[in-house]
Structures are given as C-alpha cells and as structure tokens.
C-alpha cells in the first residue's frame, strides 16, 4: 500500500531530509586523494548525530555503517574501509537519517580531485537524469513517467541504468511501496497523488546495466567494471511542483 502523506508528517521528513543535506555539505569538504571512506563515514555521523538524528542505514538490514561509499564501478552498498582515494576517483555517496520517526535518503557522486572528461559526462548525466525523472513526479502522472524519464535521457546519452536497484517509497520506514524502477515504457503503474513521498535515484552506469554483488554481500559492482554513478533525493508529490525533502 502506497502511505500519502500529512503536511504535518511532510514537516518531519523536510526536518530529516535537512539532517541528511547538511551531512552531505560536511562529507563534500573532506572528499579529497587520500582521505579514507571510514574517515567520511565517521564525519556524517558525527553531523547526524549532532542534529539529533539517527543515522538510518547503520543496522539496516544487518549494514555496518552510516554512509555507503561506492568507488568508481561500484554501484551502490559499499562498506566504509581504510581504502584512500586517489585522484581521478569518483564516489558515490549515500546517506539517510531518521528523526522523529520519519526518513530522509539521498545520493551523490563526487570527483576526487581531477576527473576524466567521460566521468564529468557520466556524473552530468546521472544528475540531470535525476532531475528529468523528479520533473515527472507529479499529481496525476503514472509511476513509469519518472522511469522512463530516467532511462530515455540516459539511454539517449551512451549510458546505461541499472535494473537490479531502483528507488522506493519512504516515509516512517526507509523503504515503503512503490517501487521505483529507473527503467520502463511511460503510462503504467500507480497513478501518483499529492502526499506520496518518493526516493528516486537513478544509477547509471558507463556500460552495461549488468551488477553483480561482491563476497561482502553488500558491495554491487558493474558486471563490465566501468564506472557507475549514482543521485538520489527524497521527494514529495504536491498539488503543484514536485517537492525535494533533501536539500539544505
């Protein structure tokens, strides 16, 4: 069952979708060659915590940390570690955080200090992608309007989007109905109304859309190990432009 939403409920996800925006303005200043992807996890939840929020994938589903730190052709669910980054490096970065019962989850993918000219294309894509597929999300729409929004502007760009992985509902859980897939022909699916809170997070890859999962049982890796970039935001469909929950 899709959950729609109260203002009032909407005012304590924009409250935990603030949480997660400014751990994401803390980790960005450390992202540089050399730092440590424990060495930002620790920092987000340093910041979550100081708000007065939980960090909302530490125990889920058995995670061991506040952020996922996936680099380069990992895709998403990469375990924090010792492992420093190097120039040339892109991470992406997921974060969620839990206040007052309610949720707030959101991605990016940062350069580590100089990036390829083909990287800069993927992270523009996958970002502007996100904002086609939001753009979308609006009262009276079906749900595949936001998937094919995603893959047709993807797809139109050489890239490619994952298919095991898609976006979801989310609201007093991290994962409530629907689905989200970031692939689909337009017209089908649930109709969208106001009130309905949505995690839409295209992850799109520079080859194929195949992944597999690594020994940890966490880490999703391109199956072809080129690269993958992942956005997210937390949205609410309104009566008028869809809302983002997880900006500053």
Same mark, same amino acid.
């Given at each position: ?24 303005? =803390?980790?960005? &200043? =450390? ?28 125990? !889920? ?21 010792? &492992? ?45 992608? !996100? ?5 979308? =999300? ?75 999962? !690594? ?10 190990? &080129? ?19 997880? !900006?500053?």
């Amino acid at each position: 069952m899709i959950i729609c939403k109260s203002e009032r409920e909407l005012s304590f996800m924009r409250e935990a979708g603030r949480v997660v925006a400014g751990a994401f303005e =803390a980790v960005a &200043k =450390a992202i540089r060659p050399g730092v440590t992807t424990a060495e930002l996890d620790r920092i987000a939840e340093e910041y979550i915590v100081s708000r007065g929020a939980r960090p909302a994938f530490k125990g !889920l589903y058995g995670f061991p940390a506040t952020i996922c730190a996936s680099v380069n052709d990992q895709v998403v669910h990469g375990i924090p570690g010792l &492992k420093k980054l190097e120039n040339g490096d892109i991470i992406s970065i997921d974060i969620g955080a839990e206040i007052n019962g309610y949720f707030g989850d959101a991605a990016q993918t940062f350069p580590v200090g100089d990036i390829s000219p083909e990287l800069e294309k993927l992270l523009d894509v996958t970002r502007e992608a !996100l904002v086609r597929g939001i753009n979308m =999300a609006r009262n009276g729409n079906r749900l595949s309007d936001i998937s094919h929004a995603v893959q047709s502007y993807v797809e139109q760009h050489g890239f490619s989007v994952v298919r095991d992985y898609v976006g979801h509902g989310i609201g007093t859980r991290m994962h409530e109905e629907p689905q989200v897939p970031n692939f689909g022909r337009p017209g089908r699916g649930p109709r969208l109304r106001t009130g309905m809170t949505l995690a839409i997070e295209p992850m799109v890859n520079m080859g194929t859309y195949e992944v597999h999962t !690594l020994p940890d049982n966490w880490t999703v890796v391109t199956r072809d190990g &080129k690269p993958s970039a992942h956005f997210e935001h937390t949205i609410a469909i309104t009566d008028d432009e869809p809302l983002i929950l997880t !900006l500053p």
